[in-house]
Nanobody, 123 residues
Framework: QVQLVESGGGLVQAGGSLRLSCAASGRTSSIYAMGWFRQAPGKEREFVAAIHWSSGATYYLDSTDSVKGRFTISRDNAKNTIYLQMRRLKPEDTAVYYC?????????????WGQGTQVTVSS
């Protein structure tokens, strides 16, 4: 079992920045990849980004044009933590952001989930 705990969400004005963190515990040696999803009110959960645990390779879903160039995923293996640096935030980025772990790396990664952290961007 792997436990995931997100933090760093909050209220920010449009154009601002936030950094989300997701700390993993438990069987961290079994982690293949971790990533971020988000779910806005009334919408389906969507994939944002993922990172391969050992190599650090990243994957951003091309169709998520709204985050390209603004969001960056990174990891700190020593802390068993991944981050999502979000810049130039827009009101449409408002959502609950979830951390996930599993394989394959990408939108179908769903072995373990965190509880989510709320990000609200005001206009």
């Amino acid at each position: 079992q792997v436990q995931l705990v997100e933090s760093g969400g909050g209220l920010v004005q449009a154009g601002g920045s936030l950094r989300l963190s997701c700390a993993a515990s438990g069987r961290t040696s079994s982690i293949y990849a971790m990533g971020w999803f988000r779910q806005a009110p009334g919408k389906e959960r969507e994939f944002v980004a993922a990172i391969h645990w050992s190599s650090g390779a990243t994957y951003y879903l091309d169709s998520t044009d709204s985050v390209k160039g603004r969001f960056t995923i990174s990891r700190d293996n020593a802390k068993n933590t991944i981050y999502l640096q979000m810049r130039r935030l827009k009101p449409e980025d408002t959502a609950v952001y979830y951390c996930a772990s599993g394989r394959p790396m990408g939108p179908r990664m769903n072995d373990y989930w965190g509880q989510g952290t709320q990000v609200t961007v005001s206009s």
